[in-house]
């Protein structure tokens, strides 16, 4: 997503004056949602997908940042900026732990700050999510002989097959009788997935042909 006029900012701020200075200059590029309260915050971001929000430190039913773990399990995309009128940067600790990305002091200078730091704080999330997502990806493949079954590879056939093949076959230490019977598909129709998908091959059975056996 393109940080445009399509992505949802929530602004949880109780000073009218500055809330509605941010959001009639953000709403030129966000679809703004403001909130004065964690009532009204909750009540938003069960209604929108969060992708940006910009958080009070103090508001008047409570600390802004106990909304971000909320946020971040309903949108866990979203990109999260505290703001405070405290020159103490103590509360940064707190609030980074918290799970916000970035931590602004409200200074005649906010507007420029986030107009800068937002799309930072962005493209952080992004890169973040994109690791995980590698991560997870790598975890779910097979890590043990056991592991391979025609069930477990059904799983992984849309999102990763290559990847599930070449992990199988090294298991197999390249054997693809071995391996076909593992999975439960043909011998001939995993050597042509093999070819198709440009498996890496190792091991002593590397060098098979369809017809060869183990």
Request: charge should be neutral; glycine fraction near 4%.
């Amino acid at each position: 997503m393109t940080l445009s006029a399509t992505a949802n900012l929530l602004l949880l701020e109780d000073d009218a004056i500055l809330a509605a200075t941010l959001r009639r200059i953000l709403s030129v590029q966000y679809r703004v949602y403001s909130a004065e309260t964690l009532s009204q915050a909750r009540d938003l971001i069960q209604q929108h997908t969060i992708h940006i929000a910009l958080i009070d430190k103090s508001l008047p039913d409570g600390p802004g940042i106990s909304l971000i773990p909320e946020i971040r399990t309903l949108s866990p995309a979203a990109t999260m900026i505290v703001l405070t009128g405290d020159s103490d940067y103590q509360p940064v600790t707190q609030a980074i732990a918290a799970g916000a990305d970035d931590y602004l002091v409200k200074t005649d200078q906010l507007l420029a700050d986030l107009m800068v730091r937002i799309p930072i704080a962005t493209a952080n999330v992004r890169r973040r999510l994109a690791l995980s997502g590698d991560q997870a990806r790598a975890e779910a493949l097979p890590v043990r002989i056991e592991q391979l079954t025609p069930e477990h590879y059904e799983k992984h056939l849309n999102s990763a097959e290559k990847k599930y093949l070449e992990r199988t076959l090294n298991l197999c230490s390249g054997d693809l009788t071995l391996a076909a019977k593992k999975l439960g598909i043909g011998r001939s129709t995993l050597f042509a997935k093999v070819n198709e998908l440009k498996v890496r091959r190792t091991g002593q059975f590397s060098s098979q042909e369809p017809g060869a056996h183990s």
